[in-house]
């Protein structure tokens, strides 16, 4: 029956799949050792839930600055599971829903998962999910509350679910209670040194060496640091407007400037 | 299947172009250098969501004090770029509905525009869309988080989206965690110098010279000072209520007095 | 078809004219110099509506202290401009409507307006409309935003609208992020001098010369003060009050007195 | 045609009259002075409604402490009267109603009152009628803008109305911007000193002259003090559950001192 | 027509004199000189009520802490009355009740209790039935405006109605502005001193002489203090719990200390 | 009537056996003797239940920090009664579900409990059932309010019931006031020695005597202490995932090292 159960969960599968590929269109840089580290830490949970015999739920919290790579490193791992059944969950799916059919929705993948032997749920922007506003602070505590059940439920006999969740608020998931009912937790990071940033920009072919460096030694000039410490999801934007402007690197520099000093005043 | 595509947003086509005419029917003066910096900033995002290949969203927030020109220069920057789709989004089509038919009413118009290769939305006055008021504050989360989740969703493939959202209120933008949704912000400024004001009146044609000169120096004198810092509109009113004056030049001191005194108590 | 939008809206016109006829029972006492020139304002801004060419849309606030004629002057001024299309919206007329009937009442009445060539809405009692009470505060955000919408709303092509709100609270509108979206504002002051009381009391033929001087010191003496500072509809209805009692000057002394140090205290 | 509307409003005269006899079961007592100009103000008030070309709406406050008679004095002087239609509003009548069918219930009774030529109105606790709790404090706020309406709104032509409302909760009032939509207020007060106090027990027959003096220099032994404090409906009670007691003035004394020394703890 | 209002109402005699008895299972243990004064002052309201041309309504509370026997001696005085109609309203009986269906649940109790000459209504843990909980705080202010209703309305004309309501939480009464509805309070005391704990486990008939001694002065030492400041309810139970140990005055000492530590933790 | 009683609810019976058992998968290892008291009392509680004549219900409070083992040794207990009627109730079964819909589950959980002759309810995650987030803090108050009430409701005639809650927020409980409607509490301890730490280690048989020591001395060389203070749970499914690893013990420390870190940072 292992084989009716991947025939029946099979047509979600490849729907999701794609979807999830969708994520990671910018490829995933190795700007860092720390990229290896987290595909790395993945594989060994992939492994764990993979076992027969060990907890059959496992959960994984994935967080890290705006546009660090959450979405795109979840999906990968994902996807590099191989498991059958494999699911994003994602509010851009949810545009328009009550929080009650939010939670059906969250309900429902889950239990299509406990149909296949070896199931993958990417939750996407946990915060988003629960509709969390900084102001208040708001939130909607019924889609708060499906979440921290789901996390801990166990699964049918015989089935194993690892989960992993995005998202950019840490804090906000630990004031909400909902941080530590997960197993465990991967830090993203952000492109944070130049040597980094030259890798990205390399990367993406759009700079000969010279303007690469000038480039980067402008935003040191404007910043008044060698600091960089932005998302690379960010990065790879900026370099697309900048091809559009006559002087790449000029205005390249000028678009991270003010991203980074966006992201320095967002701590002051 | 493009000129399919086409075809089928064609009749919502005109109908928005219209529209988004009638937001600029004083015209756009250049009274300051910066007005054609932001129509050449907005040519440059224009072309970057042309190229294919590059990110198939971004989304533009236009910031100003009120009245300074936002939804007017939002929308020329839409009828210049002569895609295919485009299409204004603004309260004033939604009075009396419900946060839910908002929310559907966005999310309509966002798949209309996934519909057509190349599409623009204006989004206007995003504080109105979200029910903001500064007591409470309060606010419709709902909406805002529709807004927070199209702005980051990725069209279908081959789809190429564009958006600009106005608002008076930047800094509700990054209280409501929406400011950093947005791939780039382009600030509208007021009617800031004597020069700026004069060549506002001398477009307008409804004072001599002479007229002209002793309104100016009669705001000084009333406001004790040479700032100006009020919005176009304003001015193109104030300038109409003045040519119901005998003493047209009179009045229209003194109307624009009250107003520079009103915007500066605001920040006080 | 200017005549054909007249006959449409004909009915309407009739029912509201008296409408507005009954708020303006007690006529209007020219006890001050400030009430011609508020009728004289409010003939400037009927003559810029209905000049062709100009803006479409203006909106007035007149605002002043409870009792002092707002109500009256705007239904006088509605009354003169001669506009086919005149019509009151007041809460008075929704008692025990749901903040979405109110809303769409307001809706239809700025639709109807939209197929006059010419139009004049009074929005009474703004603060009264939107139900809003200090305590909290609390206020109705759904009729708030519809009323903030409608009033920066332009009309169809041809149509022009003059808007008259009143309001006891420019402070609230100012929090409400309400009293930015007119385009003018009139102050309607209460009766403050003695000279003026005398003006008023005069007017009523209630009072011999000597009862008039006898309660006039007599309210001096009580109060301690020359200041009087009551709305000219107080002081109508204390004489009223007055007439009933033997002593007339006595009594009518003792109810100015008590609701001249009402008003004081409320401001302490 | 003012036979015919006094038929029609004649079922429900009968009626009314009934509920607030009920209301004053145990009588009006003249303790005080301050009992005889209440009944004579609420005269004046009477007549100046009647009286045709006066203000058509009049709105009188009655506030006192709890148990004071307000209720029986503003049933006394609508009964007085003589109007055609007296009616009574009271939360009694509305237990278990939503907010929107209480205001549909105080909109009916005015505009039943609109149908006859002169009418009393008695809204009995405004306090309540408005669900005001004071933690939060939480209230109604869509009654308290019924009632706010209702008090200002012009009757038809050739109707005229008299509303009497009372509430033990002035300051109530004031905050929630209710109180000064009232042309007038009475204040009602409690018994307060040794002789009004024997005044009322004289009344009930209950006690002896001796019995009566030993009770209040106990009442003064006990609580420290000669003044009183408490409301008529407290003290009529009081007397009944001492006539229970073999030892009459003893009972009455420990009852009204408990009473005064409650009352003045809330105050403290 | 009294013996048919007791023919109509002998149903619901029956059925709520069984439900009073079970709050009284554990008996009334005498272990005070209060105990007595209380069932006294009970019986003095039972005559007041009882009396022709008395007020018509009397409403006690009964207040003490958690378990010290208020449900248990309102049932006591409800039964012992012999008023042809009692019954007692619970929140037991309302699980799953909308705050409208509380509301007319009560209500439909006092109509029902209109309609026999005599009444008594137990109104049991006015708290709970309001839903009251100390964070926020929260509480239904629908079911709250009912009991205040309620409590002051005016029977019909020759029905006579005695309430009795507990609650452990005057002083939330007084916050919610709802004691001061009551005409009377007794007040229901702890266990306090050992004398007393010695009567009530002497009455339960489990312990030895010595045992009882033992396990006082246990106790003693345990809380360091004579003082035992428990309701008779956990002492009930506390007795049964030591009855299943092997050491049952140990075990008895244990219990109640933690008990009175709890108790007194919970005012510091 | 016993057996019939008994064979209506079998059905629920085996259904929920086979629940309970699902939540003690990890067995119950006795890594202190704390473990074995615990259990010890469960016994006497049910003892004191089946005892006929005693209260016929009581409720045991179950609290400790998260992971401890409180559903577990609840179910335990609730297993080992051996009475006919056994039952979980778990937010796990109500995703989705309104706050109604709880009550109603809740509700028909007692009242099926009521009857069969003895029953054991288990209550899983108070704290989940009521929605709690600290954050506010919010709550479902009509869950907490059914709780309440059937915490302290008395079954019918010869029907017992026992109830164990867990939740991992006694403070919580206290300041809902739900605390102390529980008869009796038990205290679940985390694993808090190394010599504790070790009893569960061995009985995984995942590590060597040698790889042991080497973790636990590693475990106080990272977090600078001896003391470990973390849930069985926990540490249960961290001996998994560094089994994952080739480095087990290594692994081990690092993840126990991080918990306890995280446990440590949540109290300070
Ligand atoms: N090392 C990397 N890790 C992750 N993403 C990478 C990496 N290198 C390139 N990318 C690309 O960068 C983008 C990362 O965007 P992604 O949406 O995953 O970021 P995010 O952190 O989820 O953003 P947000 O905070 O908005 O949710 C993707 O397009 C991805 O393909
Ligand atoms: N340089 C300019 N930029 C923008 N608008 C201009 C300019 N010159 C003239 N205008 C005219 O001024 C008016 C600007 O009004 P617009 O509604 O765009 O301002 P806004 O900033 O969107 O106001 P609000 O804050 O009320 O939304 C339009 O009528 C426009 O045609
Ligand atoms: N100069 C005047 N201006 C306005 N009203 C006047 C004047 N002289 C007499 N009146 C009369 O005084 C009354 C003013 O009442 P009105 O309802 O207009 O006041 P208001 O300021 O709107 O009161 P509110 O604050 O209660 O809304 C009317 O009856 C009007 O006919
Ligand atoms: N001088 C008096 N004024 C008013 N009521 C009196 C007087 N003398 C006796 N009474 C009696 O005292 C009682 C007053 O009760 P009433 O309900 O009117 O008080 P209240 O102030 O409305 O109380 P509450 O604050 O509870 O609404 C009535 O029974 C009335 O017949
Ligand atoms: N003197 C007494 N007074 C009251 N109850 C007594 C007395 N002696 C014994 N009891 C028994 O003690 C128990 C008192 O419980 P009861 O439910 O009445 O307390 P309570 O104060 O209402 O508790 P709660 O605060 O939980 O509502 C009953 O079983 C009752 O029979
Ligand atoms: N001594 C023990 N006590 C309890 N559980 C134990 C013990 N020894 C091993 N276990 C196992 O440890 C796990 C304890 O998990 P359980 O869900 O009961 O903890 P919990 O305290 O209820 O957690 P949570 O705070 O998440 O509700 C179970 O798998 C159980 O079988
Ligand atoms: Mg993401
Ligand atoms: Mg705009
Ligand atoms: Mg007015
Ligand atoms: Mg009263
Ligand atoms: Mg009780
Ligand atoms: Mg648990």
Redesign the interface.
Same mark, same amino acid.
């Given at each position: 029956d292992f084989l009716a159960a991947l025939d029946e969960v099979k047509p979600l599968f490849g729907a999701s799949e794609e979807e999830l590929e #969708?994520r990671m $269109?910018g490829g995933i840089i190795h700007f860092s050792g720390f990229i290896n580290d987290i595909l790395e830490e993945g594989r $060994?949970?992939i %492994?764990?839930v993979r076992?027969p015999g @060990? *907890?059959p739920i496992?959960s994984i919290a994935l967080h890290g600055p705006?546009g660090s790579g959450k979405t795109a490193l979840a999906a990968k791992m994902a996807i590099d599971s191989g498991f059958p059944f494999i699911k994003l969950v994602s @509010?851009?799916d949810?545009?328009?829903f009550?929080e009650?059919q939010k939670? &059906?929705q $969250? /309900?429902k993948t889950f239990r299509d998962a406990y149909k296949s032997p070896l199931s993958v749920i990417v939750i996407d922007s946990v915060e988003?999910l629960v /509709?969390?506003?900084?102001?208040g602070?708001?939130?909607s %505590? +019924?889609v708060?509350? =499906?979440l #921290?059940? $789901?996390l801990? #439920?166990?699964p049918p006999k015989g089935r194993r679910l690892l989960i992993f969740a995005t998202t950019t608020e840490r804090s906000v998931l630990t &004031?909400? /209670?909902l941080f %530590?009912r997960f /197993? =465990?937790e991967i830090a993203v990071p952000n492109v944070n040194t130049q040597k980094e940033l030259a890798h990205v920009l390399n990367h993406s072919g759009a700079f000969s060496e010279r303007d690469q460096q000038r480039a980067i030694s402008e935003i040191q000039e404007i910043t008044g640091s060698a600091e960089v410490g932005v998302g690379v999801k960010k990065i790879? *934007?900026a370099i697309? +407007?900048a091809? &559009?402007?006559q002087d790449v690197p000029g205005r390249f520099a000028r678009?991270m400037s003010s991203a980074i000093a =966006?992201n320095r005043s @967002?701590f002051a």
């Amino acid at each position: 029956d292992f084989l009716a159960a991947l025939d029946e969960v099979k047509p979600l599968f490849g729907a999701s799949e794609e979807e999830l590929e #969708k994520r990671m $269109l910018g490829g995933i840089i190795h700007f860092s050792g720390f990229i290896n580290d987290i595909l790395e830490e993945g594989r $060994l949970y992939i %492994n764990q839930v993979r076992k027969p015999g @060990s *907890t059959p739920i496992l959960s994984i919290a994935l967080h890290g600055p705006p546009g660090s790579g959450k979405t795109a490193l979840a999906a990968k791992m994902a996807i590099d599971s191989g498991f059958p059944f494999i699911k994003l969950v994602s @509010s851009e799916d949810m545009v328009g829903f009550s929080e009650m059919q939010k939670v &059906q929705q $969250l /309900d429902k993948t889950f239990r299509d998962a406990y149909k296949s032997p070896l199931s993958v749920i990417v939750i996407d922007s946990v915060e988003m999910l629960v /509709d969390w506003v900084p102001i208040g602070p708001r939130f909607s %505590n +019924t889609v708060l509350v =499906a979440l #921290k059940v $789901l996390l801990g #439920k166990q699964p049918p006999k015989g089935r194993r679910l690892l989960i992993f969740a995005t998202t950019t608020e840490r804090s906000v998931l630990t &004031q909400l /209670d909902l941080f %530590n009912r997960f /197993d =465990a937790e991967i830090a993203v990071p952000n492109v944070n040194t130049q040597k980094e940033l030259a890798h990205v920009l390399n990367h993406s072919g759009a700079f000969s060496e010279r303007d690469q460096q000038r480039a980067i030694s402008e935003i040191q000039e404007i910043t008044g640091s060698a600091e960089v410490g932005v998302g690379v999801k960010k990065i790879l *934007t900026a370099i697309e +407007t900048a091809k &559009q402007d006559q002087d790449v690197p000029g205005r390249f520099a000028r678009v991270m400037s003010s991203a980074i000093a =966006a992201n320095r005043s @967002s701590f002051a």
